[in-house]
């Protein structure tokens, strides 16, 4: 057989046979393609959506990929400080937000720390604000207003002594909006699980956050937190409420660093938020 022949007989074979060959294939593959179509529309048109929803987000992402290299040493001093023991309560309340507003890129990134976001603006006023969206006794208020005045003034001495004043004070408040206690005249009496009041007078900051740890749900958690957390690292003496009585009856005189008024400023804003979710 030439190779003439052999070319007409396979052209001739391709003539009768390709068509129903690719008729076959049409058949198998079509239901593919047209999955295949509709997957791309429907991702185009979700990826459409995203885009005219959240382009504010993304056009910041966009401009904090540009700018980050110049943040970096800034964020990562500030992370070093949320990842400190010594901060560590509190912490979950730093956002995004609060870290970028407190870092100025003209200055020295070891100058930028957890005590900068503490002292920021938008993290005061966000701390103000909680404190609004709260049932707790609004007189208060002014007198948290002039602790963080005395902070970042740097008058920590007069800051920490009030802080101090006005945790227990926000810690009485809350207790007494779950029940824990009542008020009866100039004392305040624990009330058991069973609503009986007892005759003990819950005077200072350790009896009521023990009073609080008893009751075993998220409130008494989270003040049994408050209790045990060290304020320095390492050392069992330092803990809020150990310091707190060292510090208003004058016997601790080292005690006014920024560091300790930034705690208590985290702790306090901690618990608000703490006492507004319980929708106290």
Known sequence: MTNQSENEETINWLRKEFPLFLADTRKTVKPHIEQWRKTV???????????????TDIDIWIKLAEVYPQLELHVD?????IDNTEFQVGTDIIELAHIF???????DPDATSILSV????????????SYYETTLNIDRLPLIQEALELHNNKYYAGSICLFYGQFEGVLTDSLEKVGYIVKEGDKIKPVAKDG????????????????????????????????????????EDQTISKTRNDILHGSNMNFNTEKRSAQLILWLYSMILQVRVLGI
């Open 41 to 55: 529309t429907e991702t185009r048109q979700a990826l459409n959506k995203f885009a005219k929803e959240y382009q």
């Open 77 to 81: 001093n500030i992370i070093d400080g």
């Open 196 to 235: 009986k009041v007892k005759g003990e007078n819950l005077t200072g900051l350790v009896p009521k956050l023990k009073h609080a740890m008893t009751r075993k749900d998220e409130l008494g958690k989270f003040y049994e937190e408050i209790k045990s957390h060290k304020l320095v690292k390492d050392d």
């Open 101 to 107: 507003e407190a870092i100025d890129v003209q200055s």
């Open 118 to 129: 503490i002292s920021s603006k938008n993290f005061q006023k966000s701390l103000i604000h």
